[in-house]
């Protein structure tokens, strides 16, 4: 079964500081990996999203990486700050045959302490 | 929230009753799905569609039905709502991104259904 794993569960950190958030993933064929940030109660909004030939994309203080070998992919955020308290989710995309088929992470719940 | 709207916001309703979720956009995008979000599990797929008229099933659509008639509106349908039922449902739309294959994908604010 196509799955998508991510750590930790949930991370608390202080403003100002870095921190990395992980995915695993096992969907194959794989098509294209996206970083989403949900705020409580609203909709998951788009961070990065990066196809199996790239293996970094940045937006502003977010970095994500991805090693598709290894299946793996990751989220930097540099210089947190109390807005970056949010839920971030992990979605790869199945490959296949034109059809958009997305298989999501649990997520990541970020806390910013200041 | 990409020219998504989603109706109603909120929901309560009895086990047994028939619930229609509405989502509209503006955006003309091809695609529309419904998802379901659940504490302990990711955003799960219930149904989506590929264009006037034609749908197909996600991960989780027992008990579910869909239907678009227009570009614009997708509507969900819980037939016979229970209380298992009860979350929070999120529109989202998409199309090929310009020199692409792949879709960038657009949210709604979401609707939280409750069944008693």
């Known amino acids: 079964k196509n799955q998508v794993e991510q750590s930790p569960q949930s991370l608390i950190i202080l403003e100002g500081k870095n921190c990395t958030l992980q995915?695993?993933?096992?969907?194959?064929?794989?098509?294209?990996l996206r970083w989403y940030k949900q705020d409580t109660g609203r909709g998951p909004v788009s961070l990065t999203i990066?196809?199996?030939?790239?293996n970094t994309k940045s937006n502003g203080r977010y970095t994500a990486t991805l090693d598709a070998d290894t299946k793996q992919s990751s989220l930097h955020i540099t210089a947190s700050q109390l807005s970056d308290s949010a839920s971030y989710i992990c979605?790869?995309?199945?490959?296949?045959?034109?059809?958009?088929?997305?298989?999501f992470g649990r997520g990541t719940s970020l806390i910013v302490h200041p | 929230d990409a020219g998504i709207t989603q109706s109603p916001r909120h929901k309560v309703t009895e086990t047994g009753t028939p619930v229609t979720l509405r989502c509209h956009q503006t955006e003309n995008h091809r695609y529309m799905y419904w998802y379901r979000q659940d504490p302990g599990h990711g955003l799960r797929l219930i149904h989506y569609?590929?264009?006037?008229?034609?749908?197909d099933k996600g991960e989780v659509s027992d008990g579910y039905s869909v239907s678009r008639s227009k570009t614009e509106d997708f509507l969900l349908t819980l037939e016979s709502a229970t209380s298992s039922q009860t979350s929070v449902y999120f529109c989202?739309?998409?199309?090929?991104?310009?020199?692409?294959?792949?879709?960038?994908?657009?949210f709604g604010p979401g609707t939280r259904l409750t069944v008693l």
């Open positions: 990066m196809t199996f030939s790239e």
């Open positions: 989202a739309i998409s199309d090929f991104s310009t020199g692409g294959s792949y879709n960038e994908q657009f």
């Open positions: 569609s590929y264009g006037v008229k034609d749908t």
């Open positions: 979605v790869v995309i199945l490959g296949e045959g034109g059809s958009y088929i997305p298989t």
């Open positions: 995915c695993n993933y096992t969907v194959s064929p794989f098509s294209n």
